[in-house]
């Protein structure tokens, strides 16, 4: 549940900040998706995202 939440909160910043995000709801909504269906498919590609940059091990590059 946590995690869910923080994925909500990021999700919600992203689409009132980010332009990117923004230009991505825009797309989907125009392809008849839901804003809730949007929003799940946000937290989908954050989760990926972050899951990916915890199972990259640190290079050398980012430790200094």
Request: net charge positive; aromatic share 4%; proline share 3%.
């Amino acid at each position: 549940r946590q995690l869910n939440r923080a994925l909500h909160t990021v999700v919600l910043t992203r689409l009132q900040r980010d332009e990117r995000t923004r230009a991505y709801a825009e797309r989907r909504r125009s392809q008849g998706k839901t804003d809730r269906e949007i929003k799940r498919c946000l937290k989908r590609y954050i989760a990926r995202e972050i899951y990916r940059r915890l199972e990259t091990p640190p290079s050398e590059l980012d430790a200094a």
